[in-house]
């Protein structure tokens, strides 16, 4: 139901989900190296609803930040509505209306003896150079580009039907980045090279593979299991080019190839891994496994061949899956929407015509020989 209303929102261009705090606190423990002197930005991000927003204004000293900028789009439908921050006269936040704030300093302003949200907002309340409005907010806007030159890193979780447009601007002005993405991102020809070529992985991820949201859109995006402001999206990840152990981390392998265990493609000279932890440690050929894959790649153990695309398939020498491979498995009992001139990845498994989930390529750089 969640991946069905996720789409959904996708397709109405209602995809404005609210990160979590713990979900924020548990992927950015991993980074704090990173951001001393610093300025962040986090242009989706309403300072009166993103935990975005508390979570660096909150840790602005401990994390020795230069300067913070958060920024809205005038269009959001949550402003006023779900993580509402009590800043006195701006307590009735108009709709509609796209903000800025810059921070360059939190002090203990109202002299209670600590450093906490309070100051934030007695800051935001009579600090007239902190608070402002933008035109649109958009982060397309020249007004907002402009802010996003500014900036060293970025943190957001941007929309998610405008993110390869989204880290394509990352990518054009250079930045640094730490955002969130839905895995199927992974498969678009803007963003699979990059990941290919080493410029952009995946973070640590999300607790079970799957992120909550906060959500205003009680139409198309509700879970069942949980309370009605929030939707469970699986296969959710962070997206990142920041430097972090977890990118040093071999894979332990323990299983061996044999041609029973690993059957080659039929279209393709590559064997079929059905699950990341089944890779055969002694397999110097090159292998498709899943997309999951890529949250344990390290790229020092393995080299990225392509993915199984058709922006990609025919350049890597996918074969048409063919005639006579479909004939066999229409008559075995298979469906979906496959044609023989189709460039995706099939199989013969068991004496089984099948077609395999969608697969990343790749290379075991130093298999075992004994």
Same mark, same amino acid.
């Given at each position: 139901?969640?991946?069905?209303?996720?789409?959904?929102?996708?397709?109405?261009?209602?995809?404005?989900?609210?990160?979590?705090?713990?979900?924020?606190?548990?992927?950015?423990?991993?980074?704090?190296?990173?951001?001393?002197?610093?300025?962040?930005?986090?242009?989706?991000?309403?300072?009166?609803?993103?935990?975005?927003?508390?979570?660096?204004?909150?840790?602005? !000293?401990?994390?020795?930040?230069?300067?913070?900028?958060?920024?809205?789009?005038?269009?959001?439908?949550?402003?006023?509505?779900?993580?509402?921050?009590?800043?006195? =006269?701006?307590?009735?936040?108009?709709?509609?209306?796209?903000?800025?704030?810059?921070?360059?300093?939190?002090?203990?302003?109202?002299?209670?003896?600590?450093?906490?949200?309070?100051?934030?907002?007695?800051?935001?309340?009579? =600090?007239?150079?902190?608070?402002? $409005?933008?035109?649109?907010?958009?982060?397309?806007?020249?007004?907002?580009?402009?802010?996003?030159?500014?900036?060293?890193?970025?943190?957001?979780?941007?929309?998610?039907?405008?993110?390869?447009?989204?880290?394509?601007?990352?990518?054009? @002005?250079?930045?640094?980045?730490?955002?969130?993405?839905?895995?199927?991102?992974?498969?678009?020809?803007?963003?699979?090279?990059?990941?290919?070529?080493?410029?952009?992985?995946?973070?640590?991820?999300?607790?079970?593979?799957?992120?909550?949201?906060?959500?205003? @859109?009680?139409?198309?995006?509700?879970?069942?299991?949980?309370?009605?402001?929030?939707?469970?999206?699986?296969?959710?990840?962070?997206?990142?080019?920041?430097?972090?152990?977890?990118?040093?981390?071999?894979? =332990?392998?323990?299983?061996?190839?044999?041609?029973?265990?690993?059957?080659?493609?039929?279209? @393709?000279?590559?064997?079929?891994?059905?699950?990341?932890?089944?890779?055969?440690?002694?397999?110097?050929?090159?292998?498709?496994?899943?997309?999951?894959?890529?949250?344990?790649? !390290?790229?020092?153990?393995?080299?990225?061949?392509?993915?199984?695309?058709?922006?990609?398939?025919?350049?890597?020498?996918?074969?048409?899956?063919?005639?006579?491979?479909?004939?066999?498995?229409?008559?075995?009992?298979?469906?979906?929407?496959?044609?023989? !001139?189709?460039?995706?990845?099939?199989? $013969?498994?068991?004496?089984?015509?099948?077609?395999?989930?969608?697969?990343?390529?790749?290379?075991?750089?130093?298999?075992?020989?004994?």
């Amino acid at each position: 139901m969640a991946n069905k209303n996720l789409n959904a929102a996708k397709t109405a261009k209602k995809d404005e989900f609210y990160t979590q705090m713990t979900d924020i606190e548990r992927e950015l423990q991993h980074y704090w190296q990173h951001f001393d002197g610093k300025t962040v930005l986090c242009n989706c991000d309403d300072p009166y609803e993103s935990n975005f927003f508390k979570y660096f204004a909150l840790r602005f !000293n401990q994390l020795k930040l230069k300067k913070l900028i958060c920024t809205c789009y005038n269009g959001s439908p949550v402003q006023g509505n779900e993580l509402m921050i009590d800043f006195g =006269d701006f307590e009735d936040e108009p709709k509609k209306v796209a903000y800025k704030v810059e921070i360059t300093e939190v002090k203990d302003l109202n002299g209670d003896g600590a450093v906490d949200l309070s100051d934030v907002q007695y800051l935001m309340k009579n =600090d007239k150079n902190v608070l402002s $409005t933008l035109k649109t907010g958009d982060f397309r806007d020249p007004e907002c580009i402009g802010l996003l030159k500014q900036a060293d890193i970025v943190v957001t979780n941007p929309p998610f039907s405008l993110f390869r447009e989204y880290i394509g601007q990352l990518m054009e @002005y250079d930045k640094k980045f730490l955002i969130i993405g839905h895995q199927n991102a992974i498969t678009y020809k803007e963003v699979f090279p990059l990941i290919k070529d080493n410029k952009v992985w995946l973070g640590y991820g999300f607790k079970g593979g799957a992120a909550h949201f906060f959500s205003p @859109y009680e139409d198309i995006a509700t879970a069942g299991d949980h309370k009605k402001d929030m939707i469970r999206v699986s296969g959710v990840n962070w997206f990142t080019n920041l430097e972090i152990p977890k990118r040093n981390e071999e894979l =332990d392998l323990v299983c061996r190839y044999s041609p029973e265990e690993y059957p080659k493609y039929d279209n @393709y000279d590559a064997i079929d891994v059905s699950s990341t932890m089944d890779i055969p440690c002694d397999y110097p050929g090159i292998m498709g496994v899943p997309i999951t894959f890529l949250d344990k790649h !390290n790229p020092e153990q393995f080299e990225l061949i392509g993915a199984e695309t058709n922006d990609f398939a025919e350049s890597l020498g996918i074969q048409p899956i063919g005639k006579e491979w479909m004939e066999r498995y229409r008559k075995a009992g298979g469906t979906g929407h496959y044609t023989a !001139n189709m460039r995706t990845l099939v199989l $013969t498994y068991k004496g089984k015509p099948k077609k395999a989930y969608f697969r990343i390529l790749i290379r075991n750089r130093h298999p075992k020989t004994i």
